[in-house]
Structure formats: C-alpha cells, structure tokens
C-alpha cells in the first residue's frame, strides 16, 4: 500500500450515525493530519495528533493514531450532510516538511 | 484566522502557453508549497521553498516549472509551456516548522 491510504474509498451512511474513515502510512512520521475537501474546493484543515499522542478530540472529531500499526483513524460523530466531502490523511513523510496525502475516503451523508 | 490567498481562482489557457499562479502565504511562514491535485485524484506533492531557495521537489516538478518569491509577500508558480494534462488543482500551502500546512483555496488551471 502507498504512504497515506485511507479506506473505506466511499461510505455513506444516514444522517445522525457515526461515520469511522482509516488510514495507514509506511514511513516513521511526526505527525498526521486530516483534511476535508468539498466537491471542487479547497482543503481544510482539520486536526493534527502528534507521533507521541494516542488520541485528541476537537469537537465532533475524534482521531486516534497508532504508531505501531502505522494506522491512524478519523471519527465524525453525530453525522450532518453538512459533513458530506472527502477526507484525507497526510503524513510528514520520515519529517520532511512537505505532505504525503492518501487517496481519500468519499463521505456521504445521507438525510 | 490568517489565510493563503490564491489568484486567480480559475484560469483557462491553451496549450503551450506560459502561466503563473500566484499565492500570498501568511506572513510569518517560513516554508511555502506548491501541491496539485488532479481531478477526482489525491493530492500530489510539488515543490517547498525555504530561505529563498527550493528545499525540496518531486518528479512532476520538471523544467517546465519554476517557483518564484518575487518580494516579501507572493509567492509564484509558473509552467512554461503548458500541456493539456497539467490541468488540474493547484494548491500553495505554508506553514512554521513542524506546524500543520495551511492550504490556499486553489485555482482551478484548465489547458485546452
């Protein structure tokens, strides 16, 4: 698998549920963030977890990391179609300063 | 909040031709990128610069490409001789050391 791969690639649930996205990495990282893209439009940042932590919150996010399985995952609780975008992971790649996404998981919620 | 400012938005041009997109980074932000995303693909590493100078770039940044920091504030890429699969997304990002990336709103490059 390439640096950065999020799964499921598409997942569609119904307004109110939790919606769980996965990614997993190859190289030894500093840290990982994810991203949400609208349709077309540009990337938002929404949260970065250290290598040294396992978990941080930021509103309805929850992501956790685990360096040992290189796998990191985004939770979205109490969905909204507001939340209907793609989401990507990028990584420091070894600590570099640039990014290394993945290909994204496809979000839809459904009302 | 501050924000990386993209121009223009959307640009249409033929092939051959010569673009430059611009980008304003934040102020105090030290390294600065080019990303691209083709559509309905991943985002796609180009190019970051620091201290006036490319720190780093992957093999899609080939001669065609160049950046530029023309003064204190922008921040350019320009594609020589455009082809028709450099349409695409294209994303300037910058950041502090060791701080997440904040990312422009894009322009859109369409070559026809």
């Known amino acids: 698998s390439q640096q950065g791969e999020e799964d499921p690639q598409a997942l569609s649930i119904q307004e109110g549920e939790n919606a769980t996205m996965n990614c997993s990495y190859k190289?030894?990282?500093?840290?990982l963030q994810w991203y949400r893209q609208n349709s077309g439009r540009g990337l938002v940042h929404l949260i970065l977890?250290?290598?040294?932590?396992r978990e941080k919150h930021s509103g309805r996010l929850r992501v956790t990391l685990d360096t040992s399985k290189k796998s990191s995952s985004l939770l979205i609780t109490a969905s909204r179609a507001a939340d209907t975008a793609s989401y990507f992971c990028?990584?420091?790649?070894?600590?570099?300063?640039?990014?290394?996404f993945g290909q994204g998981t496809r979000l839809t919620i459904n009302p | 909040e501050p924000e990386v400012t993209q121009t223009p938005s959307h640009q249409v041009t033929q092939m051959g031709q010569e673009v430059i997109l611009r980008c304003v980074p934040i102020?105090?932000?030290?390294?600065f990128y080019w990303y691209r995303q083709i559509l309905g693909q991943k985002v796609e590493f180009l190019v970051s610069?620091?201290?006036?100078?490319?720190?780093?770039k992957s093999e899609i940044f080939d001669d065609q490409f160049s950046v530029e920091r023309p003064d204190g504030s922008n921040f350019t890429l320009k594609i020589r001789s455009t082809k028709l699969e450099d349409s695409a997304m294209y994303f300037c990002?910058?950041?502090?050391?060791?701080?997440?990336?904040?990312f422009g709103s894009g322009t859109r490059l369409t070559v026809v």
């Open positions: 990002a910058s950041s502090q050391p060791g701080l997440r990336n904040t």
């Open positions: 190289t030894s990282i500093n840290n």
């Open positions: 977890i250290r290598s040294n932590e």
């Open positions: 990028a990584t420091d790649d070894r600590g570099a300063q640039k990014l290394v």
């Open positions: 102020s105090n932000h030290l390294y």
């Open positions: 610069f620091y201290n006036n100078e490319i720190s780093e």
